[in-house]
Protein backbone atom coordinates (compact mmCIF):
# COMPACT_ATOMS: atom_id res chain seq x y z
CA UNK A 1 0.00 0.00 0.00
CA UNK A 2 2.13 2.74 0.99
CA UNK A 3 4.89 3.26 -1.45
CA UNK A 4 8.14 4.16 0.96
CA UNK A 5 8.78 6.62 3.67
CA UNK A 6 10.23 9.36 1.48
CA UNK A 7 7.48 9.72 -1.21
CA UNK A 8 4.78 9.71 1.65
CA UNK A 9 6.95 12.31 4.18
CA UNK A 10 6.56 15.18 1.08
CA UNK A 11 5.83 18.14 3.36
CA UNK A 12 2.69 20.41 1.54
CA UNK A 13 4.83 22.51 -0.38
CA UNK A 14 6.27 19.82 -1.91
CA UNK A 15 3.29 18.28 -2.86
CA UNK A 16 1.76 20.96 -4.38
CA UNK A 17 5.01 21.56 -6.61
CA UNK A 18 4.61 17.76 -7.90
CA UNK A 19 0.76 18.46 -8.90
CA UNK A 20 1.81 21.78 -10.20
CA UNK A 21 4.53 20.15 -12.90
CA UNK A 22 1.86 17.46 -13.43
CA UNK A 23 -0.58 19.51 -14.49
CA UNK A 24 1.90 21.98 -16.50
CA UNK A 25 3.07 18.29 -18.20
CA UNK A 26 -0.55 17.33 -19.00
CA UNK A 27 -1.67 20.82 -19.89
CA UNK A 28 0.47 22.33 -22.59
CA UNK A 29 0.69 18.81 -24.40
CA UNK A 30 -2.76 19.11 -24.71
CA UNK A 31 -3.23 22.22 -25.81
CA UNK A 32 -0.44 22.03 -28.60
CA UNK A 33 -2.70 18.45 -29.65
CA UNK A 34 -5.83 20.66 -30.12
CA UNK A 35 -3.92 23.93 -31.79
CA UNK A 36 -2.88 21.19 -34.50
CA UNK A 37 -5.97 19.73 -34.37
CA UNK A 38 -7.19 23.27 -34.64
CA UNK A 39 -5.68 24.46 -37.77
CA UNK A 40 -7.04 20.91 -39.37
CA UNK A 41 -10.72 21.69 -38.04
CA UNK A 42 -10.20 25.49 -39.54
CA UNK A 43 -9.33 24.37 -42.91
CA UNK A 44 -11.80 21.46 -43.24
CA UNK A 45 -14.72 23.88 -41.88
CA UNK A 46 -13.62 26.93 -43.47
CA UNK A 47 -13.34 24.53 -47.10
CA UNK A 48 -17.22 23.03 -46.38
CA UNK A 49 -18.40 26.81 -46.08
CA UNK A 50 -17.13 27.47 -49.43
CA UNK A 51 -18.36 24.49 -51.14
CA UNK A 52 -14.68 23.08 -51.37
CA UNK A 53 -13.30 19.66 -49.26
CA UNK A 54 -10.16 21.15 -47.77
CA UNK A 55 -7.25 18.61 -46.69
CA UNK A 56 -8.68 14.76 -46.69
CA UNK A 57 -5.61 13.06 -48.59
CA UNK A 58 -3.41 12.31 -45.49
CA UNK A 59 -5.19 9.79 -42.83
CA UNK A 60 -9.11 9.45 -42.72
CA UNK A 61 -10.42 12.64 -43.31
CA UNK A 62 -7.40 14.13 -43.80
CA UNK A 63 -6.44 13.88 -40.01
CA UNK A 64 -3.03 13.70 -40.29
CA UNK A 65 -2.56 16.92 -42.38
CA UNK A 66 -1.54 18.59 -39.01
CA UNK A 67 1.57 15.82 -38.70
CA UNK A 68 2.21 16.62 -42.32
CA UNK A 69 2.44 20.41 -42.53
CA UNK A 70 4.78 20.30 -39.16
CA UNK A 71 7.23 17.69 -40.97
CA UNK A 72 7.48 19.86 -44.24
CA UNK A 73 7.51 23.06 -41.45
CA UNK A 74 10.60 21.28 -39.68
CA UNK A 75 12.17 20.95 -42.77
CA UNK A 76 11.89 24.11 -44.25
CA UNK A 77 15.01 26.45 -44.73
CA UNK A 78 15.42 28.92 -41.47
CA UNK A 79 16.17 32.23 -43.22
CA UNK A 80 16.95 35.10 -41.46
CA UNK A 81 17.26 38.48 -43.68
CA UNK A 82 20.60 39.68 -43.44
CA UNK A 83 19.89 43.51 -42.18
CA UNK A 84 18.01 41.66 -39.45
CA UNK A 85 18.30 42.41 -35.64
CA UNK A 86 19.79 38.80 -34.94
CA UNK A 87 18.98 38.41 -31.53
CA UNK A 88 15.68 40.42 -31.11
CA UNK A 89 14.83 38.45 -34.57
CA UNK A 90 14.90 34.88 -32.50
CA UNK A 91 14.36 36.19 -29.15
CA UNK A 92 10.22 37.61 -30.56
CA UNK A 93 8.77 34.42 -31.48
CA UNK A 94 9.64 32.48 -28.48
CA UNK A 95 8.69 35.82 -26.68
CA UNK A 96 5.76 35.20 -28.24
CA UNK A 97 5.06 31.79 -27.35
CA UNK A 98 5.89 32.33 -23.93
CA UNK A 99 3.34 34.80 -23.09
CA UNK A 100 0.35 32.98 -24.73
CA UNK A 101 1.65 29.53 -22.44
CA UNK A 102 1.43 32.05 -19.50
CA UNK A 103 -1.79 33.08 -19.79
CA UNK A 104 -3.20 29.18 -20.10
CA UNK A 105 -1.81 29.10 -16.11
CA UNK A 106 -4.49 30.31 -14.07
CA UNK A 107 -7.00 29.10 -16.36
CA UNK A 108 -9.16 26.70 -14.77
CA UNK A 109 -9.51 23.80 -17.84
CA UNK A 110 -12.98 21.95 -16.15
CA UNK A 111 -14.89 21.59 -13.17
CA UNK A 112 -12.79 20.84 -10.01
CA UNK A 113 -13.29 16.84 -8.43
CA UNK A 114 -11.63 14.50 -6.46
CA UNK A 115 -8.46 11.97 -7.38
CA UNK A 116 -9.45 8.32 -7.14
CA UNK A 117 -9.02 6.37 -3.88
CA UNK A 118 -7.69 3.31 -5.22
CA UNK A 119 -6.01 2.79 -8.95
CA UNK A 120 -6.92 -0.81 -8.30
CA UNK A 121 -3.94 -2.82 -10.25
CA UNK A 122 -1.40 0.05 -10.46
CA UNK A 123 -2.60 0.89 -6.43
CA UNK A 124 0.62 0.18 -5.20
CA UNK A 125 1.87 3.30 -7.08
CA UNK A 126 -0.64 5.47 -6.06
CA UNK A 127 0.84 7.70 -3.08
CA UNK A 128 -1.09 8.53 -0.20
CA UNK A 129 -1.35 11.79 -0.13
CA UNK A 130 -3.03 11.94 -3.35
CA UNK A 131 -6.30 9.69 -2.63
CA UNK A 132 -9.30 11.33 -2.51
CA UNK A 133 -7.55 14.29 -2.67
CA UNK A 134 -9.80 17.78 -4.17
CA UNK A 135 -7.87 18.44 -8.16
CA UNK A 136 -8.83 20.40 -10.57
CA UNK A 137 -7.01 21.27 -14.13
CA UNK A 138 -5.62 24.99 -12.97
CA UNK A 139 -2.03 25.05 -12.59
CA UNK A 140 -2.19 28.37 -10.53
CA UNK A 141 -5.16 29.28 -8.60
CA UNK A 142 -4.14 32.83 -7.61
CA UNK A 143 -5.96 36.09 -5.90
CA UNK A 144 -5.97 38.01 -9.36
CA UNK A 145 -6.40 35.64 -12.00
CA UNK A 146 -8.27 37.76 -14.15
CA UNK A 147 -5.91 40.44 -13.99
CA UNK A 148 -3.11 38.29 -14.58
CA UNK A 149 -4.38 37.68 -17.69
CA UNK A 150 -5.00 40.80 -18.58
CA UNK A 151 -1.21 41.75 -17.65
CA UNK A 152 0.41 38.81 -19.91
CA UNK A 153 -2.04 39.65 -22.61
CA UNK A 154 -0.85 42.99 -22.63
CA UNK A 155 2.88 41.74 -22.52
CA UNK A 156 2.04 39.60 -25.59
CA UNK A 157 2.11 42.99 -27.85
CA UNK A 158 5.90 42.41 -27.22
CA UNK A 159 6.17 39.23 -29.46
CA UNK A 160 4.58 41.19 -32.35
CA UNK A 161 6.42 44.47 -31.98
CA UNK A 162 9.72 42.87 -31.59
CA UNK A 163 9.09 40.73 -34.51
CA UNK A 164 7.85 43.16 -37.21
CA UNK A 165 10.96 45.62 -35.41
CA UNK A 166 13.67 43.31 -35.97
CA UNK A 167 13.11 42.08 -39.27
CA UNK A 168 13.97 45.20 -40.60
CA UNK A 169 11.40 44.99 -43.54
CA UNK A 170 9.27 47.89 -44.08
CA UNK A 171 6.12 45.28 -44.28
CA UNK A 172 6.95 43.39 -41.00
CA UNK A 173 6.97 46.82 -39.40
CA UNK A 174 3.37 48.12 -40.73
CA UNK A 175 2.28 45.14 -39.74
CA UNK A 176 3.70 45.35 -36.42
CA UNK A 177 2.76 49.11 -35.97
CA UNK A 178 -0.80 47.76 -37.30
CA UNK A 179 -1.20 44.55 -34.56
CA UNK A 180 0.28 46.32 -32.04
CA UNK A 181 -2.47 49.48 -32.60
CA UNK A 182 -4.83 47.16 -32.63
CA UNK A 183 -3.89 45.51 -30.19
CA UNK A 184 -4.15 48.10 -27.22
CA UNK A 185 -7.10 49.48 -28.79
CA UNK A 186 -8.98 46.49 -28.11
CA UNK A 187 -7.15 45.74 -24.71
CA UNK A 188 -9.51 48.59 -23.38
CA UNK A 189 -12.80 47.46 -24.14
CA UNK A 190 -11.78 43.69 -23.32
CA UNK A 191 -10.54 44.76 -20.04
CA UNK A 192 -14.06 47.12 -19.41
CA UNK A 193 -15.72 44.06 -20.40
CA UNK A 194 -14.75 42.19 -17.41
CA UNK A 195 -15.52 44.71 -14.66
CA UNK A 196 -19.59 44.38 -14.55
CA UNK A 197 -18.51 40.29 -13.90
CA UNK A 198 -16.18 41.42 -11.56
CA UNK A 199 -18.58 43.30 -9.96
CA UNK A 200 -21.44 41.11 -9.49
CA UNK A 201 -19.28 37.92 -8.90
CA UNK A 202 -16.94 40.12 -6.51
CA UNK A 203 -14.05 37.88 -7.67
CA UNK A 204 -11.24 38.43 -9.76
CA UNK A 205 -10.65 34.66 -9.05
CA UNK A 206 -11.93 32.61 -11.74
CA UNK A 207 -12.84 29.82 -9.97
CA UNK A 208 -15.00 31.78 -8.09
CA UNK A 209 -16.92 33.53 -11.07
CA UNK A 210 -17.43 30.22 -12.50
CA UNK A 211 -19.31 29.02 -9.21
CA UNK A 212 -21.08 32.20 -9.15
CA UNK A 213 -22.76 31.13 -12.26
CA UNK A 214 -24.45 28.16 -10.50
CA UNK A 215 -28.04 26.89 -10.84
CA UNK A 216 -29.63 27.58 -14.33
CA UNK A 217 -28.60 29.20 -17.48
CA UNK A 218 -30.23 32.47 -16.56
CA UNK A 219 -27.40 33.01 -14.16
CA UNK A 220 -24.54 32.89 -16.74
CA UNK A 221 -23.12 36.38 -17.34
CA UNK A 222 -23.53 35.80 -20.79
CA UNK A 223 -27.45 36.68 -20.25
CA UNK A 224 -26.86 38.52 -16.77
CA UNK A 225 -24.24 40.82 -18.57
CA UNK A 226 -25.00 40.51 -21.94
CA UNK A 227 -23.82 43.69 -23.42
CA UNK A 228 -20.45 43.08 -21.65
CA UNK A 229 -20.44 39.10 -23.35
CA UNK A 230 -20.98 41.08 -26.62
CA UNK A 231 -18.26 43.85 -25.80
CA UNK A 232 -16.00 40.50 -24.55
CA UNK A 233 -16.70 38.90 -27.71
CA UNK A 234 -16.03 41.56 -30.13
CA UNK A 235 -12.77 42.89 -28.58
CA UNK A 236 -11.27 38.89 -28.00
CA UNK A 237 -11.71 38.03 -31.91
CA UNK A 238 -9.50 41.72 -32.70
CA UNK A 239 -7.07 40.83 -29.66
CA UNK A 240 -5.81 37.87 -31.22
CA UNK A 241 -6.79 39.33 -34.17
CA UNK A 242 -9.18 37.09 -36.07
CA UNK A 243 -11.53 37.98 -39.19
CA UNK A 244 -12.84 40.26 -39.43
CA UNK A 245 -10.21 41.89 -37.32
CA UNK A 246 -6.91 40.30 -39.26
CA UNK A 247 -5.72 43.58 -40.39
CA UNK A 248 -2.35 42.88 -38.97
CA UNK A 249 -2.52 40.03 -41.88
CA UNK A 250 -4.22 41.91 -44.71
CA UNK A 251 -1.98 39.78 -47.34
CA UNK A 252 -2.83 42.08 -50.34
CA UNK A 253 -1.87 45.17 -48.00
CA UNK A 254 1.15 44.09 -45.92
CA UNK A 255 1.99 40.39 -47.50
CA UNK A 256 1.90 38.68 -43.79
CA UNK A 257 2.44 41.50 -41.33
CA UNK A 258 4.72 40.97 -38.66
CA UNK A 259 5.69 37.73 -39.45
CA UNK A 260 6.70 38.06 -43.57
CA UNK A 261 10.26 37.11 -42.65
CA UNK A 262 10.05 33.92 -40.46
CA UNK A 263 9.67 30.65 -42.38
CA UNK A 264 10.44 27.20 -40.80
CA UNK A 265 9.75 26.51 -37.16
CA UNK A 266 9.87 30.09 -36.25
CA UNK A 267 6.64 30.79 -37.96
CA UNK A 268 5.45 27.66 -36.60
CA UNK A 269 5.76 28.97 -33.47
CA UNK A 270 4.23 32.60 -33.86
CA UNK A 271 1.27 30.28 -35.60
CA UNK A 272 1.08 27.70 -32.29
CA UNK A 273 1.01 31.39 -30.02
CA UNK A 274 -1.89 32.78 -32.32
CA UNK A 275 -3.73 29.63 -31.85
CA UNK A 276 -3.24 28.56 -28.11
CA UNK A 277 -4.61 32.63 -27.53
CA UNK A 278 -7.56 32.07 -29.27
CA UNK A 279 -8.24 29.16 -27.62
CA UNK A 280 -7.23 31.21 -24.10
CA UNK A 281 -10.26 33.78 -25.06
CA UNK A 282 -12.56 30.76 -25.69
CA UNK A 283 -12.12 29.14 -22.17
CA UNK A 284 -12.05 32.68 -20.53
CA UNK A 285 -15.08 33.33 -22.36
CA UNK A 286 -16.59 30.00 -21.08
CA UNK A 287 -15.22 30.58 -17.43
CA UNK A 288 -16.36 34.08 -17.95
CA UNK A 289 -19.72 34.16 -19.31
CA UNK A 290 -21.37 31.03 -20.43
CA UNK A 291 -21.12 29.35 -16.85
CA UNK A 292 -18.06 27.31 -17.33
CA UNK A 293 -18.65 23.70 -16.59
CA UNK A 294 -22.10 24.09 -15.16
CA UNK A 295 -25.57 22.46 -17.05
CA UNK A 296 -27.42 25.55 -17.04
CA UNK A 297 -30.01 23.11 -16.46
CA UNK A 298 -31.64 22.76 -12.59
CA UNK A 299 -31.23 19.01 -12.17
CA UNK A 300 -28.66 17.89 -14.42
CA UNK A 301 -25.59 17.83 -12.56
CA UNK A 302 -22.24 19.20 -13.59
CA UNK A 303 -19.89 17.41 -11.56
CA UNK A 304 -17.33 14.62 -12.84
CA UNK A 305 -17.41 13.45 -15.97
CA UNK A 306 -20.13 15.54 -17.02
CA UNK A 307 -18.31 18.67 -16.05
CA UNK A 308 -16.06 18.45 -18.34
CA UNK A 309 -18.24 17.67 -21.16
CA UNK A 310 -20.75 20.75 -20.91
CA UNK A 311 -17.10 22.94 -20.45
CA UNK A 312 -15.23 21.60 -23.86
CA UNK A 313 -18.51 21.58 -25.76
CA UNK A 314 -18.82 24.91 -24.86
CA UNK A 315 -15.55 26.03 -25.54
CA UNK A 316 -15.73 23.93 -28.74
CA UNK A 317 -18.28 26.18 -30.17
CA UNK A 318 -16.58 29.21 -29.50
CA UNK A 319 -13.92 27.99 -31.49
CA UNK A 320 -16.37 26.79 -34.07
CA UNK A 321 -17.91 30.30 -33.82
CA UNK A 322 -14.49 31.82 -34.72
CA UNK A 323 -14.11 29.98 -37.66
CA UNK A 324 -17.52 30.52 -38.37
CA UNK A 325 -16.82 33.95 -38.55
CA UNK A 326 -13.73 33.46 -40.77
CA UNK A 327 -15.86 31.99 -43.11
CA UNK A 328 -18.81 34.97 -43.21
CA UNK A 329 -17.82 38.18 -42.88
CA UNK A 330 -15.29 40.13 -44.53
CA UNK A 331 -12.21 42.15 -43.26
CA UNK A 332 -12.72 45.81 -41.62
CA UNK A 333 -11.23 48.64 -43.07
CA UNK A 334 -8.48 50.29 -41.28
CA UNK A 335 -10.08 53.32 -40.04
CA UNK A 336 -13.26 51.35 -39.34
CA UNK A 337 -11.58 49.52 -37.09
CA UNK A 338 -10.12 51.97 -35.03
CA UNK A 339 -13.28 54.25 -34.75
CA UNK A 340 -15.52 51.17 -33.97
CA UNK A 341 -12.77 50.36 -31.11
CA UNK A 342 -12.56 53.63 -29.79
CA UNK A 343 -15.88 55.47 -30.39
CA UNK A 344 -18.26 52.68 -30.56
CA UNK A 345 -16.93 49.48 -28.05
CA UNK A 346 -15.93 51.47 -24.91
CA UNK A 347 -18.15 54.26 -24.99
CA UNK A 348 -20.55 51.15 -24.63
CA UNK A 349 -18.54 49.25 -22.46
CA UNK A 350 -18.05 52.23 -19.98
CA UNK A 351 -21.85 52.93 -19.75
CA UNK A 352 -22.56 49.07 -19.21
CA UNK A 353 -20.46 49.27 -16.41
CA UNK A 354 -22.29 52.28 -14.93
CA UNK A 355 -25.30 50.32 -14.98
CA UNK A 356 -23.72 47.83 -13.71
CA UNK A 357 -22.39 49.33 -10.60
CA UNK A 358 -26.16 51.26 -9.99
CA UNK A 359 -27.52 48.10 -10.09
CA UNK A 360 -25.23 46.25 -7.65
CA UNK A 361 -25.17 49.11 -5.10
CA UNK A 362 -29.24 49.58 -5.85
CA UNK A 363 -30.85 46.66 -6.26
CA UNK A 364 -28.15 44.12 -5.37
CA UNK A 365 -28.18 42.32 -8.54
CA UNK B 1 12.38 30.06 -1.99
CA UNK B 2 11.40 33.29 -1.88
CA UNK B 3 14.54 34.51 -0.71
CA UNK B 4 16.25 33.61 -4.11
CA UNK B 5 13.10 34.85 -5.85
CA UNK B 6 14.14 37.58 -4.41
CA UNK B 7 17.11 38.09 -5.39
CA UNK B 8 16.97 37.24 -8.67
CA UNK B 9 14.14 39.86 -9.01
CA UNK B 10 16.06 42.47 -7.80
CA UNK B 11 19.58 41.91 -9.55
CA UNK B 12 17.75 41.49 -12.66
CA UNK B 13 15.52 44.93 -12.36
CA UNK B 14 19.38 46.66 -11.62
CA UNK B 15 20.60 45.09 -14.86
CA UNK B 16 17.85 46.47 -16.74
CA UNK B 17 17.68 49.70 -15.12
CA UNK B 18 21.77 50.09 -15.88
CA UNK B 19 21.07 48.62 -19.48
CA UNK B 20 18.21 51.22 -19.84
CA UNK B 21 21.03 54.21 -19.19
CA UNK B 22 23.86 52.11 -20.47
CA UNK B 23 23.66 51.74 -24.32
CA UNK B 24 22.47 53.99 -27.02
CA UNK B 25 19.88 52.19 -29.06
CA UNK B 26 16.43 53.65 -27.82
CA UNK B 27 14.94 50.44 -28.35
CA UNK B 28 17.06 48.02 -26.31
CA UNK B 29 17.08 51.01 -23.79
CA UNK B 30 12.81 50.46 -23.86
CA UNK B 31 13.20 46.68 -23.67
CA UNK B 32 15.27 46.71 -20.56
CA UNK B 33 13.04 48.82 -18.71
CA UNK B 34 10.07 46.75 -19.54
CA UNK B 35 12.13 43.72 -17.85
CA UNK B 36 13.10 46.16 -14.53
CA UNK B 37 9.13 47.37 -14.66
CA UNK B 38 8.62 43.10 -14.67
CA UNK B 39 10.94 42.38 -12.21
CA UNK B 40 9.56 45.18 -9.98
CA UNK B 41 5.98 43.41 -10.41
CA UNK B 42 7.58 40.06 -8.96
CA UNK B 43 8.84 41.84 -5.74
CA UNK B 44 5.45 43.63 -5.41
CA UNK B 45 4.20 39.88 -5.65
CA UNK B 46 6.61 37.99 -3.01
CA UNK B 47 5.65 41.00 -0.49
CA UNK B 48 1.81 39.95 -0.94
CA UNK B 49 0.21 41.96 -3.03
CA UNK B 50 -0.75 40.14 -6.23
CA UNK B 51 -2.91 43.11 -7.58
CA UNK B 52 -0.22 45.41 -7.19
CA UNK B 53 2.07 43.54 -9.04
CA UNK B 54 -1.08 42.78 -12.02
CA UNK B 55 -1.39 46.41 -11.84
CA UNK B 56 2.36 47.25 -12.40
CA UNK B 57 2.74 44.72 -15.37
CA UNK B 58 -1.02 46.27 -16.50
CA UNK B 59 0.17 49.39 -16.08
CA UNK B 60 3.78 50.48 -17.26
CA UNK B 61 4.98 47.46 -19.00
CA UNK B 62 1.77 46.71 -20.33
CA UNK B 63 0.23 50.25 -21.87
CA UNK B 64 2.68 52.61 -21.18
CA UNK B 65 5.61 51.43 -22.56
CA UNK B 66 3.91 49.82 -25.54
CA UNK B 67 3.29 53.54 -26.32
CA UNK B 68 7.15 54.54 -25.35
CA UNK B 69 8.03 51.76 -28.33
CA UNK B 70 5.50 52.48 -30.79
CA UNK B 71 6.58 56.43 -30.89
CA UNK B 72 10.27 54.86 -31.57
CA UNK B 73 9.19 52.70 -34.05
CA UNK B 74 6.96 55.26 -35.77
CA UNK B 75 9.91 57.79 -36.10
CA UNK B 76 12.07 55.20 -36.73
CA UNK B 77 14.71 55.95 -34.30
CA UNK B 78 18.22 54.33 -34.61
CA UNK B 79 20.97 55.45 -32.39
CA UNK B 80 20.72 58.39 -30.28
CA UNK B 81 23.10 60.78 -32.27
CA UNK B 82 26.43 62.41 -29.89
CA UNK B 83 25.04 65.38 -28.74
CA UNK B 84 27.77 67.96 -29.49
CA UNK B 85 28.74 71.12 -27.11
CA UNK B 86 27.69 69.88 -23.46
CA UNK B 87 31.43 70.15 -22.57
CA UNK B 88 32.03 66.64 -22.18
CA UNK B 89 34.63 66.61 -19.45
CA UNK B 90 32.69 68.89 -16.95
CA UNK B 91 29.86 66.81 -17.06
CA UNK B 92 32.08 63.39 -16.32
CA UNK B 93 33.47 65.14 -12.94
CA UNK B 94 29.71 66.14 -11.77
CA UNK B 95 28.84 62.34 -12.68
CA UNK B 96 31.84 61.15 -10.38
CA UNK B 97 30.71 63.36 -7.81
CA UNK B 98 27.32 63.10 -7.84
CA UNK B 99 27.65 58.87 -8.07
CA UNK B 100 30.11 59.54 -4.67
CA UNK B 101 27.36 60.82 -3.03
CA UNK B 102 24.31 58.75 -3.76
CA UNK B 103 26.63 55.51 -3.09
CA UNK B 104 27.40 57.65 0.06
CA UNK B 105 23.86 58.06 1.07
CA UNK B 106 23.27 54.47 0.33
CA UNK B 107 26.05 53.41 2.37
CA UNK B 108 25.09 55.24 5.65
CA UNK B 109 21.46 53.67 5.38
CA UNK B 110 22.45 50.67 4.96
CA UNK B 111 24.82 51.20 8.02
CA UNK B 112 22.20 52.41 10.40
CA UNK B 113 19.41 50.35 9.33
CA UNK B 114 19.27 46.64 11.01
CA UNK B 115 17.68 44.57 8.61
CA UNK B 116 14.73 42.56 10.01
CA UNK B 117 11.76 40.49 8.05
CA UNK B 118 9.19 42.94 6.71
CA UNK B 119 6.27 42.56 9.27
CA UNK B 120 3.52 40.77 8.24
CA UNK B 121 0.10 42.63 6.78
CA UNK B 122 -2.42 41.90 4.96
CA UNK B 123 -2.22 43.72 1.29
CA UNK B 124 -4.80 41.82 -0.52
CA UNK B 125 -7.27 43.24 -3.34
CA UNK B 126 -10.12 43.51 -0.37
CA UNK B 127 -8.01 45.41 2.24
CA UNK B 128 -6.11 47.69 -0.35
CA UNK B 129 -9.64 48.85 -1.70
CA UNK B 130 -10.51 49.22 2.01
CA UNK B 131 -7.99 51.53 2.27
CA UNK B 132 -8.12 53.12 -0.42
CA UNK B 133 -11.86 53.75 -0.15
CA UNK B 134 -11.58 55.04 3.67
CA UNK B 135 -12.31 58.08 4.79
CA UNK B 136 -8.53 58.56 4.98
CA UNK B 137 -7.41 58.42 1.88
CA UNK B 138 -11.37 58.73 -0.36
CA UNK B 139 -10.35 62.52 -0.99
CA UNK B 140 -6.91 61.96 -1.73
CA UNK B 141 -7.58 59.44 -4.13
CA UNK B 142 -10.74 60.40 -6.06
CA UNK B 143 -8.43 64.16 -6.70
CA UNK B 144 -6.06 61.86 -8.29
CA UNK B 145 -8.30 60.56 -10.53
CA UNK B 146 -9.81 63.84 -11.04
CA UNK B 147 -6.33 65.38 -12.00
CA UNK B 148 -5.82 62.09 -14.59
CA UNK B 149 -9.10 62.91 -16.18
CA UNK B 150 -7.98 66.66 -16.27
CA UNK B 151 -4.43 65.55 -18.00
CA UNK B 152 -6.43 62.89 -20.42
CA UNK B 153 -8.97 65.29 -21.46
CA UNK B 154 -6.25 67.89 -21.76
CA UNK B 155 -4.08 65.42 -24.15
CA UNK B 156 -7.43 64.71 -26.43
CA UNK B 157 -7.92 68.82 -27.04
CA UNK B 158 -4.45 69.05 -27.72
CA UNK B 159 -3.97 66.61 -30.41
CA UNK B 160 -7.24 67.67 -32.28
CA UNK B 161 -6.16 71.09 -32.62
CA UNK B 162 -4.21 70.09 -35.92
CA UNK B 163 -6.82 67.69 -37.03
Given amino acids: MNPGPTLSALSPAAQELILAAVKVALIIPALQGVFSLMTWIERRVLAFMQFRLGPNRTGP ?35 AVTTSFLAVAVL ?63 FSMLGALRSSAQMFSYEIALGLSFVGVIMISGSFQIGDIVAAQAGGFWNWYCIKQFPAFIVYFIA ?81 FLLFVFIWLRGTLPRFRYDQLMHFGWKTLIPVAAVWIMITATGVTLWGW | MDQALFYAAAALAVVGALVVIGQKNPIYSAFALIVTLCSLSVIFGLLGSPFIAALQVIVYAGAIMV ?53 AFDASTRRMSEILFSPHFLYVFEATSILILAALVGAVALAKKDA
Avoid: C
Fill in chain 1, 236 to 316: AAAEVARTPFDLPEGETELVAGFHTEYSSMRFALIQMAEYINMITVSVLATNLFLGGWHSGIPGVPSEGLLGFVFWGGKVA
Fill in chain 1, 108 to 170: PFGPPFKLPQTLWVLDRFWPDWLRGRDFQFQIATIDVGLLFIFAITALGVYGVVLAGWAANNK
Fill in chain 2, 67 to 119: LFLFVLMLLNVKREEDVPGHGGRAMAGVAVVLVALLAGQAGYVLWNTTLAPAP
Fill in chain 1, 61 to 95: FGLLQPIADGIKLFFKEELMPAAANKWAFLAAPVL
